[in-house]
């Protein structure tokens, strides 16, 4: 669905096939990605990342909300925002202290610390040590110099290292969304628009206007009207679970309930079991199966039971 070249299945090095759950899209993409060898991946990083960028500029441009909490450094290099010292927390809390402490430092630093401006870098397993600026390690870092140590660290771990990374994941997003449109944003807007707003409650009014129905479900039918009681008396941890069992999603979407597309459906389903059966979803449809509970206790003991199994598709 996201390759933009068919011919190019022909060249193993220039896809990526990865398995991914539909609730853990992000999660399961980097994990299959870093489980690859670093001798292999290290050719075909530019693939990978522009593919995460594909999918993310899907879920954009299609209004779908995904829980994947990107660092606010990662969030200002995709929208090309320069970083500062005080970002580097979001990173490497443990640097940031230290750079800090580096610039209150009241000692000799020289003799004391025995830094000189050099990095050492982690690249796929393989360690080395680059300069920070020409000549870095033979030069000692100072009182005097400190501060410009501090600043080449600082821009080396939050902008320098994740140059090519950035680069690959900013173009396979601009091949769904337009990366003007995203100047608009500051990066916490950003985030607000990847994972939504986790401030905000679910509005379960709105959620219930915009709910479809079908197998026999209408808006008026007994089991219904007891799932909506049971829904607004849950607690707002127990709606987003609702929420993400059916939808994938435990946030409901920014501009309310009317953009959910497909619609919320509560679909009654009948088995001969009876009333005994859990409820199930089709999340890629929204849908929620909802055997006819005839009281309150029973439909809220079966959905809650299956909401919290966690048990995905397994669940029957």
């Known amino acids: 669905l996201l390759r933009s070249r068919p011919e190019a299945l022909a060249d193993p090095m220039a896809w990526v096939g990865v398995r991914v759950r539909r609730a853990h899209l992000f999660e399961d993409a980097f994990g299959d990605l870093n ?17 995460v960028g594909k999918l993310l500029g899907k879920a954009l ?12 450094f990662f969030r200002n290099l ?25 610039k209150h430092y009241s000692g000799n630093v020289q003799e004391d610390l025995g830094l000189n401006f050099t990095v050492v870098d982690d690249i796929y397993g393989e360690y080395m040590v680059r300069n920070l600026v020409h000549g ?17 660290m600082s821009h080396y771990r939050l902008t320098l290292q994740f140059r090519d990374h950035v680069a690959a994941m900013r173009e396979g ?12 944003f500051d990066q916490q807007e950003f ?14 009014d709105d959620w219930e206007a915009h709910t479809v129905y079908g197998g026999g479900f209408r808006k008026g039918h007994r089991t219904v009207q007891l799932f909506w009681e049971v829904v607004r008396s849950w607690t707002a941890e127990q709606q987003r ?10 946030k409901a979407p920014l501009m309310g309930f009317k953009y959910l597309h497909p619609p919320f459906n509560l679909h009654m389903y009948v088995s001969p ?20 509970y005839t009281d309150r206790a029973t439909l809220e003991g079966k959905l809650a039971y299956a909401i919290e199994a966690d048990q995905g598709f397994e669940l029957s």
């Open 273 to 292: 079991d009876g009333t005994d059966r859990l409820p199930t979803a089709a999340t890629c449809m929204c849908q929620l199966k909802l055997p006819p």
């Open 173 to 184: 997003l601009g091949e769904l969304i337009p990366l003007q449109w995203l100047q608009m």
């Open 241 to 250: 679970k609702l929420l993400c069992f059916t939808t994938s999603v435990n």
């Open 136 to 152: 870095g390690s033979e030069i000692p870092v100072t009182e005097a110099n400190r501060m410009q140590y501090i600043r080449a």
């Open 78 to 102: 995709l929208l090309a925002v320069p970083n500062t010292l005080s970002d580097l927390s979001s990173l490497d809390a443990e640097l940031h202290k230290n750079l800090l402490a580096l």
């Open 35 to 51: 489980a690859t060898p670093g001798h292999a991946l290290k050719g075909r990083l530019r693939v990978e990342f522009r593919f």
């Open 61 to 72: 441009y299609e209004g779908i909300l995904v829980d994947i909490p990107l660092a606010r």
């Open 191 to 204: 985030q607000t628009l990847i994972s939504g707003d986790d401030r905000r409650g679910i509005d379960v």
